[in-house]
């Protein structure tokens, strides 16, 4: 298989948990093989949780010991421990791809970087090099073992998985989601699909911040939770010349949750992942807010409000199929 | 790796041929080792070329016999022939994932269902049954070689796959192609990105007849040929009341194609595989007729006409990146 090909499945791989893993990179990791043959492709998927080397790791372990007993393991201290004590050199002639440097420092789960050093494979693939100074040297630590390490393919593509991730890290990520249908248009009724609107819950459950505009509030009367995932509920900042609300609308009564009302932008200071969901007055708002823009596309026509009236051009960073629906992930040139 | 992986791969693969295989139907081909390690990935790419199985066992025999002799053969019979001299029971506990049945019959190429049998993998997966009773047969035949047939995996994806062939097969395909911004708009300027336009070229050049509206034909003096991929020119109906046209617009000074002016539809009567290119008057001329849509979406904004104002529900079939834009194979529903 072609090394393009293999990174490629990583990167498709890590953007299906895109703005979910806050506060950890999206990440993916293919394994290959002697004679480049793909033994796993996975990603990180939430914080927390094992990072994608070794998700990917596990599965190639599995395939090619063919011992079961590590299957049960999903907590990445002991997927790690157990690589350890059993691989046997296992991994000697396989080659990693991953799209970020594996980490070198000990977080909320142990070093990549370490366990690659040790299960020593004869080569990794870096797309790219890791943007926190506090994780970084893994590169440098895997050559210093021996291990190949090649650096920079797909490394635009990669830079564009990582794009939140470095957004957050400098201060804040925000991103601007909305619905619409093939035409453009916004209203008449629920435009996305249920898995749409599960994947924006599951967003809502990782962002620190939800903005929102104020006549949404009062003409929608939502809840504003991650209810579809068993989610927390985020901080609230209803963007609103006035604020005077029916304090019964649901968003209000959410226990444990800020809500703010604001004519500014500004008052997002302080939270560093920023979900923002809106309309055409929104959008029209968070222009130049926005980091990126991520638009769930139902295959439909009909309604008659575009989302914007105004001309833009945008960078497709990466596109996938949600359910019935289309999801995009935009950059604003 | 996951069976369901394998086949989205292969169907993956499949796509990326969509509408330029004609007469054959677009195919994707995964082959895996024992242990379920992918080997290789690959797609039908034009009739008379090599079907999908023959590039997977070619690129999976390099990769596990480090045979490189094979490595320049790209006729099909060459490819075939040296498989059959050369395999040496390698490929014994391998499994095919292939988007449809074998092929049983020797038409441009030989029977990939008796290259298939006489090289022996374990198994062979079926995503969906060869409609064409001429072609099939060939899962029968590999069982009753003793090679283990499952059927159906992923069945209703790999039938939007097969959906233009089983048209053709039946008496014509109808695809109506259109390029638009991410705000429905498809006017002010050149909408879709070098890349979308020569995948048209490409559907033109394998196409028998072009169906044009005749406004087109008077504002964009178009010439209608498949230049960007130096391919052959179709000939062209244009759907138009009138039959005035100034002649020395170039689509009419191109040798060897037939053009029609007609107010009826029904004039594509005995042309199999029709491609129709249009804008919102078009969409609405041939709603009924065409089988399946085309999207290329510019990721941008700022046009004022939209592709149609009408009330339409779609099942996104595929979405591909292509170029800067998006490619959407949908089927109206």
Request: with cysteine.
């Amino acid at each position: 298989m072609q090394p393009e090909f293999a990174m490629q499945l990583a990167l498709d791989a890590a953007w299906r948990y895109q703005g979910v893993t806050y506060p950890n990179p999206a990440v993916g990791c293919t394994v290959c093989g002697p004679r480049g043959e793909i033994l796993a492709v996975a990603a990180h998927k939430r914080a927390g949780g094992p990072h994608a080397e070794v998700w990917a790791l596990k599965e190639a372990y599995s395939l090619l010991s063919g011992d079961a007993a590590i299957e049960p393991l999903v907590d990445s201290a002991a997927i790690h421990d157990y690589l350890r004590r059993h691989h046997g050199g296992i991994f000697r002639d396989c080659t990693l791809y991953v799209t970020l440097e594996p980490c070198s420092h000990h977080g909320k789960t142990p070093s990549c970087a370490l366990l690659i050093r040790e299960l020593h494979p004869e080569k990794v693939v870096i797309a790219h090099e890791d943007p926190n100074a506090e994780a970084a040297g893994g590169a440098a630590l895997l050559e210093a073992a021996g291990i190949v390490v090649e650096r920079g393919l797909l490394r635009d593509a990669a830079a564009d998985l990582l794009l939140p991730f470095v957004c957050w890290q400098k201060e804040r990520f925000v991103v601007f989601k909305w619905a619409q249908r093939l035409d453009g248009s916004v209203d008449g009724g629920t435009v996305s699909s249920d898995a749409s609107r599960s994947y924006v819950h599951a967003m809502r459950d990782r962002c620190d911040l939800l903005v929102i505009g104020g006549n949404t509030v009062r003409e929608d009367r939502p809840t504003l939770d991650a209810r579809l995932v068993g989610g927390k509920s985020p901080d609230v900042l209803i963007y609103s010349r006035s604020d005077r609300f029916d304090r019964t609308i649901p968003l209000f009564t959410v226990e444990g949750r800020r809500v703010m009302v604001s004519d500014s932008l500004a008052d997002i200071a302080g939270y560093r992942n920023v979900l923002v969901e809106g309309g055409p007055g929104m959008f029209e708002a968070c222009r130049e807010l926005a980091d990126c823009h991520l638009a769930f596309v139902a295959p439909a026509t009909g309604g008659t409000i575009p989302f914007t009236k105004s001309d833009e051009r945008f960078r497709l960073m990466h596109t996938a199929a949600l359910g019935s629906d289309l999801m995009l992930w935009l950059k604003r040139e």
